[in-house]
């Protein structure tokens, strides 16, 4: 009858752990090693290489066939007498038995490794995931700030927007006042469009090339000063109104300054 391989022996060498057919090695350490593993070692030491016995009897090592020939089974007990067979019985199950119970060891031994290798990494994942946990929720919150950052920008950019609009509506209401205003002048005093290259027209007009100034700087009335003749330049002499300047440029100033001496 063929042997299922889950009731074959398995090489005692740690890192061969082959399951056992054929020929092996039996010691009477309750041992036992593949073909190749104890062909070696006993080649080399009369010692288990398992436990380090030293097997130095005649029966310590013996090398038996895992699956013998029925004619091997017909006549390796023929023979002896009922209780030696069942002693040499007894002691063959015994080693067995003891192989299988350590076998379980070693198996409830490699189990205990893995849980506890499990264990371990379950723990290293678990704080990989707090600190990821963390992080993501540092970022959602910087996300957010983010946002709400974005969000009041956008706000402030609007009312900039608004607050440029408003300017372009003053800019071209007063550009549109001082257009009327300059016809207005031309209109009544046409004189004057002829003395636009003179210094003193330059001033004047100088006033209101800057829209942004002051709006009653542009709206303020024209003021006649009184003056002699002796003081008018000869160029002038038809000049009649003497308009106020404030914030005249300084070499408008002297100009005027120039034209209009003081006492
Ligand atoms: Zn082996
Ligand atoms: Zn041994």
Request: net charge positive; charged share 25%; aromatic share 8%.
């Amino acid at each position: 009858m063929a042997a299922c391989d889950e009731d074959l022996l398995l090489c005692n060498i740690g890192r061969c752990r082959a399951r056992l057919g054929g020929c092996a090695w039996v010691t009477s350490c309750s041992h036992i090693f593949c073909d190749e593993d104890g062909s070696r070692e006993f080649h080399k030491a009369m010692k288990c290489p398992a436990c380090g016995t030293i097997l130095a009897g005649k029966f310590d090592i013996i090398r038996i066939d895992i699956s013998p020939t029925e004619e091997y089974k017909a006549m390796v007990l023929a023979g002896l007498r009922p209780d030696v067979i069942m002693e040499i019985c007894s002691r063959a199950l015994a080693f067995w038995t003891y192989q299988i119970h350590q076998e379980r060891l070693y198996q409830d031994y490699m189990l205990g490794k893995a849980q506890n290798r499990i264990s371990h990494i379950e723990k290293h994942f678990e704080q990989q995931l707090e600190t990821r946990t963390t992080e993501v929720s540092a970022l959602k919150r910087e996300v957010g700030n983010l946002r709400r950052e974005l969000e009041q920008s956008r706000r402030r950019c609007g009312e900039v927007t608004e607050r440029l609009m408003d300017r372009n509506r003053q800019q071209q209401k007063l550009q549109a006042q001082f257009d009327s205003l300059r016809r207005r002048t031309s209109t009544l005093n046409p004189r004057r469009d002829r003395g636009q290259g003179s210094p003193r027209a330059h001033c004047y007009l100088g006033n209101f090339d800057h829209p942004f100034g002051s709006t009653e700087r542009l709206l303020r009335p024209f003021s006649p000063i009184p003056y002699s003749s002796h003081q008018v330049p000869a160029d002038n002499q038809d000049f009649v109104l003497n308009p106020v300047v404030p914030g005249c440029p300084s070499n408008h100033a002297q100009n005027i300054n120039h034209f209009f001496p003081k006492f």
